[in-house]
């Protein structure tokens, strides 16, 4: 089984900065097959990215995902306040097994 | 409006079973993989099984391996996840999860959740 581990596990920023979380994978992804979600509270995880940098449907530009390998990276490129959630990376590359990893909280400085 | 409802969450003993169900609408169910996932109170995300759209192609996660049951009704656009021998540990929201066009097994579209609790 693929372990993902995510950092940092907490992270605080202003509205306006640039956001930058990673996520690291114990083996090679396979064809790059990871993705991102977001999480508020109390709803369901949202699709961000996937193939590790295709944004999903409907999802602002200034989200962007990139890496390959065992290393992979979201980038929000300026904070609106809205992003403050928590993001979880999962790999779906390494069948019958997906995994997601812990997760990083993004919150409010 | 494409959507997941889930149903069918509640309070179970343990060693007891439960039956989940997803109702899917505003897209062709038929032509989707769905996946299981789950949460358990302030933790993170937990997949839990993967069923094809034909049903030929199955897979669980080692923790509910045995002990639960994925299957689908296509003609009724839904999804079922049929839980044996619950322990406390599988307390949780679950999720059913559609995996996106083109996308291998990312989970474009998600229900709002069911909640499962296991306590005596």
């Known amino acids: 089984e693929i372990v993902l581990t995510q950092s940092p596990a907490t992270l605080s920023l202003s509205p306006g900065e640039r956001a930058t979380l990673s996520c690291g994978a114990s083996q090679s992804v396979s064809s790059s097959y990871l993705a991102w979600y977001q999480q508020k509270p109390g709803l369901a995880p949202r699709l961000l990215i996937y193939?590790?940098?295709s944004r999903a449907t409907g999802i602002p530009d200034r989200f962007s995902g990139s890496g390959s390998g065992t290393d992979f990276t979201l980038t929000i490129s300026r904070l609106e306040p809205e992003d403050f959630a928590v993001y979880y990376c999962?790999?779906?590359?390494?069948?019958?097994?997906?995994?997601f990893g812990q997760g990083t909280r993004l919150e409010i400085k | 409006e494409v959507q997941l409802v889930e149903s069918g969450g509640g309070l179970v003993q343990p060693g007891g079973s439960l039956r989940l169900s997803c109702a899917a609408s505003g897209f062709t169910f038929s032509s989707y993989s769905m996946n299981w996932v789950r949460q358990a109170p302030g933790k993170g995300l937990e997949w839990v099984s993967y069923i094809s759209s034909s049903s030929s192609t199955i897979y669980y996660a080692d923790s509910v391996k045995g002990r639960f049951t994925i299957s689908r009704d296509n003609a009724k656009n839904s999804l079922y996840l049929q839980m044996n021998s619950l322990r406390d540990e599988d307390t949780a929201v679950y999720y059913c999860?559609?995996?996106?066009?083109?996308?291998?097994?990312?989970?474009?579209?998600w229900g709002q959740g069911t909640m499962v609790t296991v306590s005596s």
């Open positions: 999962q790999q779906y590359g390494s069948s019958p097994s997906i995994t």
């Open positions: 999860a559609r995996v996106g066009p083109g996308m291998w097994n990312a989970f474009d579209i």
């Open positions: 193939d590790a940098s």
